[in-house]
């Protein structure tokens, strides 16, 4: 049937859905304007299904159409054709359309228009677009009611199954990263399928979605500084994959990414931990994150034992949630990993523990360059230790503008230590001796007046 014959049908009230077993309308308008865009762009859409209903009283025969499945697709049909809404326009609705540069760089003539300002040419276009269409003519309400219920009851596709056909190179990305077996350059990588054991060829995208979450909490924190924890909820992926439809693999950042996957995953060995889980890959990609750029590379090594102590720590602490005073593994970790789990906040809670602890565990670290004294991660420990404020003048501070201070001087036989440290200001930064020692008197008072 051509959308014009449709449209009229239901104009006419022909055309209708049987509110018995029929959801209402469900669809919002930037749904229905991308299928009319689907409609101008000549792409097929799905078959319609129809019940034609005859029904005769008093000598009088009227005759219907009730929609089996496809309600959602004919409303928006005939809300255009009747001049219910404009069409995205892909360049100036970029953020709304989210359509891929290939259709953003093409002419769109009907961008912005309502039916109305379409030219004569694109509404025939319209009307004349032909949609299959099949006509179901039974007497018994039962037949049609059993192929309602079949033809949705097919599984749904899931969110990143849906995200695995979107246009772009960063769905190429996870898809090498994820996995998708059935595909041979798809095998997925080695932290994901041996470190983790998962299996992306049967968890229906829930290895590629990790990768992709974990990708894009990386990308975030290597823009926008260590501090920043993003969502990774659906709709945070969804908006990073359309936001990235030319992202390039081959960049200096992608390939730093690999790199630490590449590196986690000699590391972390099957078998060898207890089983890891989502949030596990998460914090141990930021924490390798961390380190990769300032210390020498010896904490590799301590690695998989200081991740044993804290999986163990864990472990013991969620058996003490119901006590009057839980572990602080458990209140300050683990009840952050089931309640918003997917929420930047919530992460940052998480990490924030996570790092102190696997500092720890760490030690001892050593810095490539010792001329910068403390790395980043030290740097990200006192930062919220101090909860984000400079110890000489007690401002608020952001992450970017954080250098750390030896409270007892580096050249006198300071150590380079937590204990030793004060995250403070660049331009508050102790330059003299007397800056310096008015810091260390301030922090001393403090200290006296705690005790």
């Known amino acids: 049937m051509t959308v014009g014959d449709l449209v009229e049908l239901h104009k006419a009230q022909m055309l209708k859905a049987n509110p018995e077993y029929q959801r209402g309308i469900v669809w919002n308008s ?41 309600q959602q697709r004919i409303i928006a049909l005939s809300d255009f054709a009747q001049g219910a809404f404009k069409l995205l326009d892909p360049v100036q609705d970029a953020e709304v359309a989210k359509f891929p540069t290939f259709i953003r760089e093409q002419v769109c003539p009907w961008a912005n228009c309502n039916f109305d300002g379409l030219s004569e040419d ?22 049609v009611r059993d192929l309602f219920v079949r033809l949705q009851g097919g599984v749904p596709l899931s969110a990143q199954e849906r995200r695995d056909a979107l246009p772009g190179d960063f769905t190429d990305f996870i898809l090498r990263l994820g996995g998708k077996p059935e595909i041979p350059r798809y095998p997925g990588h080695d932290f994901f399928v041996r470190s983790l054991g998962m299996k992306p060829g049967q968890d229906r995208g829930k290895t590629r979605q990790l990768a992709a979450q974990i990708a894009v909490l990386y990308f975030n924190r290597r823009v926008k500084g260590a501090d920043s924890y993003c969502d990774i909820n659906a709709a945070a992926v969804d908006d990073f994959y359309y936001q990235n439809l030319d992202f390039n693999t081959e960049s200096e950042i992608a390939s730093r990414f690999i790199a630490i996957l590449d590196k986690l995953g000699q590391l972390i060995r099957p078998g060898q931990h207890a089983k ?5 890959a998460i914090h141990l990609v930021m924490l390798a994150d961390a380190l990769w750029d300032d210390y020498v590379r010896s904490w590799e090594e301590r690695l998989p034992t200081a991740l044993d102590k804290f999986l163990s720590a864990v472990a013991e602490g969620n058996l003490t949630k119901t006590d ?60 919220y230790r101090q909860e984000k404020k400079c110890l000489v003048c007690d401002g608020v501070m952001v992450f970017s503008d954080v250098e750390v201070h030896h409270v007892e001087e580096h050249s006198k036989g300071g150590q380079t230590t937590l204990e030793n440290g004060a995250a403070v200001h660049k331009k508050c930064h102790p330059k003299s001796d007397a800056e310096t020692k008015a810091l260390s008197i301030k922090l001393s008072n403090a200290s006296a007046h705690k005790a």
């Open 30 to 70: 930037t749904q229905k304007k991308k299928l009319i865009d689907s409609v101008l762009r000549g792409y097929p859409l799905p078959r319609i299904y129809l019940h034609h209903v005859s029904t005769s009283i008093a000598g009088m025969t009227s005759e219907r159409l009730e929609v089996i499945d496809g």
């Open 122 to 143: 694109l509404k025939t276009r319209f009307l004349k677009s032909t949609i299959p269409v099949a006509k179901i003519e039974t007497d018994d309400a039962n037949d």
């Open 276 to 280: 890891l889980r989502g949030h596990d």
């Open 324 to 383: 009057t005073i839980p572990s602080e593994y458990w209140s300050r970790y683990a009840q952050w990993t089931r309640v918003n789990s997917d929420r930047g906040d919530t992460i940052g809670l998480r990490h924030r523990f996570y790092q102190e602890k696997m500092l720890d565990s760490l030690q001892p670290l050593t810095l490539k360059d010792p001329i910068r004294l403390y790395g980043e991660v030290e740097r990200s420990v006192l930062f």
